[in-house]
DNA sequence: TAGGCCATCTGGTCCT
DNA sequence: AGGACCAGATGGCCTA
């Protein structure tokens, strides 16, 4: 049966669950039905129906009917499976959707979250929205980034940033970033070969929005690298959030996370924004490699340098930790 | 057409 | 018992 799995949201349709216009039918896909809390009690069919309410009674006449089909299923050990009578199919069957209903709006909630994390990303675009997976990179190498700038006093517009924002991620979420960091373009004066010494370049006024334009890559749909993202950092100077409510970062007082594994080894980040660097002899190992490059941008992609260089999974489970100074409060 | 990404359904497991 | 969470399966949409 083709089931009509969605509408998705925001589309101005109401989603209707597939088992709100099934006819009856509530097995799943493959024919398997929950059982693992059906099992008879106790003191046989009878005690059962003395235990169940009438509807129950009445299920149990229809077993009784049905129930001498198969013999043999008596002979076998372990739990009987209750038989799916009609009362019992629209109760599994209410069950079933509200599980769903709470599942989707468990999932809603995921996404929201998400959704979030995507609009304090630097690279924030309504029109080129990250995947989740890059998102989930974005934001890790985005906390690293910020780390290793409080640490070695890096400026968030130096190049090394903006190495570290970008490790591991796909090629067009890569040039996205990129390009609004405008890194590589001619004349950013953030920019400078020497950041990596601590030079300090000017940082545009707060809660600025700096559009960049590269002229290496193609104009807008490119995000808007809003320098209130480096709220997070300036505030964070001299460790200590300032003028921030908790919920802003709603880290929950937790603090730093955990530091997972250290930075992975540079990806295909396109020649004409960053110099390529030649992956370590040593890592990533042959077998990490990916003959896919993930897409990473889920709506329109046009326009972007996208190439089918290999790839290797960014965050390794072996890779052992690195230390990075916490965030310490005086 | 293949592959990536997504939302949803589903059954299992764990927890309250 | 019911809810939360998880992972697998499924199918739709989109792009290269």
Redesign the pocket.
């Known amino acids: 049966?083709?089931?009509?799995?969605?509408?998705?949201?925001g589309e101005g349709e109401e989603?209707?669950?597939?088992?709100?216009w099934?006819d009856g039918?509530?097995?799943?896909?493959?024919?398997?039905?929950?059982?693992?809390?059906d099992h008879y009690r106790a003191g046989g069919p009878n005690q059962q129906a003395r235990d169940m309410g009438s509807e129950d009674a009445e299920e149990d006449e229809e077993d009784e009917e049905e129930g001498r089909e198969d013999e043999n299923e008596s002979k076998r050990r372990g739990p009987k499976k209750k038989r799916m009578t009609k009362a019992r199919q629209e109760?599994?069957?209410a069950?079933?959707?509200?599980?769903?209903?709470?599942?989707?709006?468990?999932?809603?909630?995921?996404?929201d979250a998400?959704e979030n994390l995507r609009s304090i990303m630097p690279c924030h675009s309504k029109t080129q929205?990250?995947?989740?997976?890059?998102?989930l990179r974005l934001a890790r190498n985005y906390i690293c980034a910020l780390s290793e700038a409080l640490e070695g006093g890096l400026p968030t517009e130096s190049r090394a940033f903006m190495e570290t924002l970008c490790r591991g991620l796909?090629q067009?979420t890569t040039n996205l970033v990129a390009g609004c960091l405008q890194l590589g373009s001619a004349p950013a004066p953030a920019v400078r070969t020497d950041d990596r010494h601590g030079v300090q370049a000017p940082n545009p006024p707060l809660g600025a929005v700096v559009s960049y334009s590269s002229p290496g890559l193609p104009s807008p749909p490119y995000g808007t690298f809003d320098s209130a993202h480096l709220l997070h950092l300036r505030a964070m100077k001299g460790g200590v959030y300032e003028n921030h409510s908790p919920n802003e970062y709603n880290d929950g007082g937790v603090g730093t996370p955990p530091y997972d594994g250290p930075p992975t080894p540079p990806l295909s980040i396109s020649s004409n924004l960053v110099p390529k660097q030649e992956p370590s002899p040593h890592y990533p190992p042959p077998h990490l490699y990916?003959?896919?490059?993930?897409?990473?941008?889920?709506?329109?992609?046009?326009?972007?340098d996208?190439h089918?260089e290999r790839s290797y999974d960014p965050y390794p489970p072996h890779m052992p930790p690195r230390h990075i100074a916490p965030i310490y409060r005086d």
């Open positions: 049966m083709m089931i009509k799995p969605y509408v998705r949201q989603v209707i669950s597939p088992l709100q099934m039918d509530i097995s799943s896909p493959d024919g398997n039905t929950s059982a693992s809390s109760r599994f069957r069950r079933r959707i509200k599980a769903n209903a709470r599942e989707r709006s468990r999932m809603h909630g995921l996404n998400l929205k990250l995947s989740k997976i890059e998102t796909s067009p990916s003959p896919s490059v993930g897409q990473g941008l889920y709506q329109t992609q046009s326009g972007y996208v089918s």
